[in-house]
């Protein structure tokens, strides 16, 4: 029963995309087409795990509606909010150029939405295609607002092989719980929050967890056909580790940019990363034709995880068994390629495989030069608990997250809006360092010795545009080194250097990968290591830089940067729309 509602979902959608596939390949004309969706966020009860709970939703859609359009695009997105409290939206990896009024991130470049009110995301999708995702952007609420964002290109794929059909694989988290009382029992007593009770597939937690045989998402193929998987990661809390059982995977596309092809039995996704692979369906579907396809943790955190496996299936068409039960157990799966839940190695040996494809048509335009080169520090931190209050961190102490210990606080209005209208006293400063207030050895410290407070503020750095910077991420080892997936909003980067341990100004660069780096919107800093990403600022606006593990966003992970407006019209942030929201 599970299967065939999943299948015929899947169908529904699947046929929006095969219609502007076959859009994607008839002439352009001169002027640009504008496409228009409605979004309203409301509740909808949905069950999982033997839970029945009011879900935040889409359209009444878990996961949400996909978006599918054609590069070159001009968009319009009118969100409605029928519930009761704020929310705003975010399109994440659109670059938003000249339009950071739709980025989305509350108190960040718009006030939310409020109660009974809609806004109109209005944004151009410019010299992108692929595939990205949109998500909620205030709070916790992306934990099931999210979806799929495809981009289709006006040029044929940069590869030959026939595709059969494109499958969107969303990967995500279930709480049995309410996640607004998850995240406020968190800040509210300074503790790591509980973790979800299950990962899921296209919202579907399958065979593994309890009550949910009906809930497993299964994918139709034919033996030597070739099919597209988009994969995103909008888990809330988690990098995942994600495999087919027997088959391999080819990388082609990471973040809406094509790669040169990887061929891999097993990819790490950060939260906010999407990676497209090709699967051929080139094994012996034997008698019950069914291969699982199975997402669980990178595991780099000390706080409460979930260990989870989520598990869906290929089943492969005209095989004799076609009711076959589902295993529910995982050693009946037969996934060796699945890695281990804290395989660092397979990790980094992934995303250090990961090269752009770097061709004419398509050229890596990593800066060569740089005009600033910024270091920040990437660290956990543990407060001292306030007089009278209740505290349920370390030691009795409140967890908070830094960049160059300063712990990021939201304003109570838009930066942006403060920004534009020149009424910044009160709301944010242009001062964050951009260098660690103090050097050590960021890796080698002991993680419970050391002074690990931090300072709160609201504060961004300021670039000229058209700024070539370069931006040292250099993972602490306070509390625990972890894994963290920055993301920077308003701009795609370059990731020319990455390692573990300490980052070295005089030997590091100079194995800096200048040829064909990886362009992405999210970069996976490694455990105990450092990355280095390079940007060219050119549009101008006020953009987030933040962990995508949204407890370390909930405890200050973040920054932003100004890029200010170039000397021509043509670069210049727009002015911001009548139906914007106020705080």
């Not at 979902?9 to 046929?15: G, N």
């Not at 992405?520 to 606006?541: C, E, H, L, Q, S």
């Amino acid at each position: 029963m599970g299967g065939s509602y999943v299948q015929q979902l899947h169908s529904s959608k699947f046929l929006v995309v095969m219609l502007l596939m076959s859009a994607s390949l008839l002439p352009s004309c001169s002027s640009r087409t504008t496409r228009r969706f409605q979004f309203n966020i409301e509740q909808k009860e949905v069950s999982r795990l033997c839970h029945t709970k009011a879900l935040l939703t889409v359209n009444g859609e878990y996961p949400g509606p996909t978006i599918a359009v054609q590069e070159g695009d001009n968009v319009e997105v009118k969100v409605t909010n029928r519930i009761a409290q704020n929310t705003t939206i975010h399109w994440h990896g659109i670059r938003q150029v000249r339009t950071g009024w739709a980025d989305g991130p509350a108190f960040i470049t718009q006030c939310p939405i409020r109660a009974g009110q809609s806004y109109t995301y209005k944004f151009t999708v410019i010299n992108q295609r692929g595939t990205l995702l949109w998500h909620a952007h205030h709070l916790w609420q992306r934990a099931s607002i999210y979806g799929a964002f495809i981009i289709y290109p006006r040029l044929p794929y940069p590869f030959s092989v026939p595709i059969q059909a494109e499958v969107p694989i969303i990967l995500g988290e279930w709480w049995n719980a309410d996640v607004d009382a998850v995240e406020n029992e968190m800040m509210m007593y300074g503790g790591g929050p509980n973790a979800s009770n299950a990962f899921t597939i296209n919202g579907l937690p399958g065979p593994l967890y309890p009550c949910s045989l009906k809930d497993t998402f299964i994918q139709p193929v034919e033996h030597g056909k070739t099919y597209m998987l988009r994969i995103m990661n909008a888990a809330l809390n988690n990098e995942l580790f994600f495999a087919v059982a027997n088959h391999s995977l080819t990388v082609v596309e990471v973040d809406a940019v094509y790669t040169k092809p990887l061929e891999t039995t097993a990819i790490m996704i950060a939260p906010g990363q999407t990676t497209t692979v090709l699967i051929t369906a080139n094994q012996d579907p034997k008698s019950s034709g069914m291969f699982a396809m199975a997402t669980r943790p990178y595991l780099t955190t000390i706080f409460p995880s979930d260990k989870s496996i989520a598990v869906g299936f290929l089943r492969y068409k005209g095989t004799r068994n076609r009711k076959m039960e589902l295993p529910t157990r995982l050693e009946t799966l037969q996934l060796d390629n699945l890695p281990q839940l804290e395989d660092n190695d397979a990790a980094m040996e992934f995303s250090k495989n990961l090269k752009s494809l770097a061709s004419p048509q398509y050229p890596c335009k990593v800066p060569k030069k740089i005009d600033k080169r910024i270091m920040t520090t990437i660290s956990l931190n543990l407060q001292d608990c306030p007089a009278n209050k209740t505290c349920k961190g370390f030691n009795g102490g409140r967890f908070l997250a830094s960049m160059n210990n300063q712990s990021f606080v939201h304003p109570k209005m838009s930066i942006l809006q403060s920004y534009y209208h020149n009424l910044t006293a009160g709301v944010f400063a242009s001062n964050f360092p951009e260098q660690p207030p103090k050097s050590f050895n960021y890796t080698g410290v002991d993680p419970l010795t050391e002074d690990m407070s931090t300072e709160t503020a609201t504060k961004l750095f300021t670039v000229p545009y058209g700024a070539r910077i370069e931006i040292v991420l250099q993972d602490t080892n306070f509390l625990n080194p972890e894994n963290h997936p920055i993301h920077v909003h308003g701009h795609n980067f370059f990731i020319v250097g990455s390692g573990f341990g300490n980052f070295d100004i005089a030997r590091d660069p100079a194995r800096y990968n200048l040829i064909d780096p990886p362009e992405r919107n999210t970069v996976a800093v490694p455990k105990g290591g450092w990355a280095a990403i390079r940007i060219k600022a050119d549009n101008p606006g006020v953009w987030y830089i933040h962990c995508h593990l949204e407890e370390h966003t909930s405890w200050g992970l973040a920054t932003g940067f100004i890029v200010q407006n170039g000397p021509i019209a043509s670069q210049t942030l727009l002015p911001p729309p009548e139906d914007l929201p106020l705080c």
